[in-house]
Each structure stands twice: as C-alpha cells, then as structure tokens.
C-alpha cells in the first residue's frame, strides 16, 4: 500500500514567487516502499520539506495526478530548470481551497470562519481532490 503525501518548501515558495509562479506551490506525491519525509529529502535542491499530511491510497500515482489535475495546475519541471525534474509540484488556486472550505462546513451545518486557508487546509484539501 502507498502513502500519498502533501509536503512544502519555504524556500521553494519564495522561489515560485520570485519567478512569477506564486508562493502557494507544494508537492503531491506517493511514497512507494519508502517514508514521505525520504521521498521528499532533497527534492528540486530544497532541504527544508515539511510532510504536512499523509494518507494510506491503493492508487497509482499516475490515477492520483490525473484526479488533482481535475481541480488544480501542476508545474511542468521541464519549464523550470531549478525544479530539476521534480513531478508533482501543484500551483494551488486558494479561490478553489476556500470555496471547498466553505462548502464542506455548509453541508456539515457549521458556521464558516472569517480566516483564511492554511497550509494544512490546502493540504487535505489536495488530498481530498487526489484520492476522490
């Protein structure tokens, strides 16, 4: 069984920002046989990944890009050389993550908050989106 994983760079946000890719980039992934804090280390030249959540998934990774892809933007690698082949960056919309947000508390007859998504919103929320 593999773990899906939603994991973030500081440095890389800052770097999207700096090109014009937005500060709002993280990485999707399936760790297959090994940890996700493992998959992550070192990728695209950043050191400071953080697994921000994790979930057990019978899927390939080619079916869970397929399904983000639905709903989000991934980042061609092949674009930008600093990214050093590194598959499964996703540009996040946060118009997307906030409307999610509201909806599922709307259906669960929960008021919404006045604040504005997390990183561990956007992370279940890209979870979400890859699995269903």
Do not use: C, H
Not at 44 to 59: F, N, P, S
Not at 94 to 113: F, M, Q
Request: charged residues 25%; without cysteine.
């Amino acid at each position: 069984m593999a773990i899906l994983y939603v994991a973030i760079s500081k440095t890389m946000q800052e770097w999207g920002a700096d090109v014009g890719l937005g500060k709002n980039l993280f990485k999707v992934g399936l760790a297959d046989g090994q940890g996700p804090d493992e998959a992550v280390a070192g990728l695209a030249g950043y050191d400071d990944w953080k697994v921000l959540k994790t979930a057990e998934t019978e899927q390939s990774e080619d079916e869970v890009m397929t399904r983000l892809t639905r709903k989000e933007k991934l980042v061609d690698p092949n674009y930008y050389p600093k990214l050093r082949g590194a598959v499964g960056i996703v540009k996040v919309n946060l118009v997307s993550v906030e409307n999610a947000r509201l909806i599922a508390l709307a259906l669960d007859g929960k008021e919404p908050p006045k604040t504005k998504a997390k990183a561990a919103d956007i992370a279940t929320y890209l979870v979400n989106n890859a699995l269903r």
